[in-house]
């Protein structure tokens, strides 16, 4: 059984080849640049929330989903008439 010490050097190696081994810490150089990644884009989505409110996150999230290669979220959000209430996106005072 591999000690602990030894799984994240595994993980640092493969990380050091390009892999991505923590969720969230893809473009980390090494295990420790990914998990300062990884919890940095944590910290990031739950400040946007703070700040926007639970409705203007999933309003922003609501329209992120409906983007794709060719069309932002807004344009296939008009094209299908899926109402997007922007006025959620301000922050909270």
């Known amino acids: 059984m591999?000690?602990?010490?030894?799984?994240?050097g595994e993980?640092?190696?493969?990380?050091?080849q390009g892999k991505t081994v923590v969720p969230g810490g893809t473009g980390g150089k090494s295990l420790d640049a990914q998990e300062?990644?990884?919890e940095g884009r944590q910290k990031g989505g739950e400040t946007r929330r703070?700040?926007?409110?639970?409705?203007?996150?999933?309003?922003?999230?609501k329209k992120g989903g409906l983007s794709t290669t060719d069309k932002s979220?807004?344009?296939?959000?008009a094209e299908e008439g899926i109402p997007i209430d922007e006025s959620e996106y301000k922050t909270k005072k």
């Open 2 to 8: 591999a000690s602990e010490q030894e799984k994240r």
């Open 36 to 38: 300062r990644l990884a």
């Open 50 to 61: 703070e700040h926007m409110g639970r409705e203007g996150y999933q309003e922003m999230g």
């Open 73 to 77: 979220g807004g344009e296939r959000a």
């Open 11 to 16: 993980l640092d190696a493969k990380a050091r």
